[in-house]
């Protein structure tokens, strides 16, 4: 069983940058993707990025292409995602989740994924 725990939220300025990061527990080995979602006040949850177990395949929502970033720490076990440029609507709670092996689907699809973290809140105000 995976395990994941989110941390590194916070609030922030519009404009700003945060970096947050999931690390990944238990059988380490038994999952196809680590990815990053966001829920805000009555909205759904949304992909927004996502990085298969070997690093070799990243894949971004189309809102937040070219001002985040996901990337992986295999030493640590983490998945990072770096947000930079951030905007109001960026405000959400991030939770981030594995698409274990075996699973089928949109790779940013949220239906896909399983083992949840409990989720940081980011904020994004002046």
């Known amino acids: 069983q995976v395990h994941l725990a989110e941390s590194g939220g916070g609030t922030v300025q519009p404009g700003g940058s945060l970096r947050l990061s999931c690390q990944v527990s238990g059988a380490t080995s038994n999952y196809n993707y680590v990815g990053w979602f966001r829920q805000g006040p009555g909205k759904e949850r949304e992909g927004v990025a996502t990085i298969s177990s070997d690093g070799t395949l990243i894949y971004y929502g189309d809102s937040v292409k070219g001002r985040f970033s996901i990337s992986q720490d295999n030493t640590e076990n983490t998945v990072e995602l770096q947000m930079n440029s951030l905007k109001p609507e960026d405000s959400a709670m991030y939770y981030c989740?594995?698409?274990?092996?075996?699973?089928?689907?949109?790779?940013?699809?949220?239906?896909?994924?399983?083992?949840w973290g409990q989720g940081t809140q980011v904020t994004v105000s002046s």
């Open positions: 989740a594995i698409q274990a092996k075996g699973i089928r689907g949109p790779v940013l699809g949220p239906a896909g994924y399983s083992s």
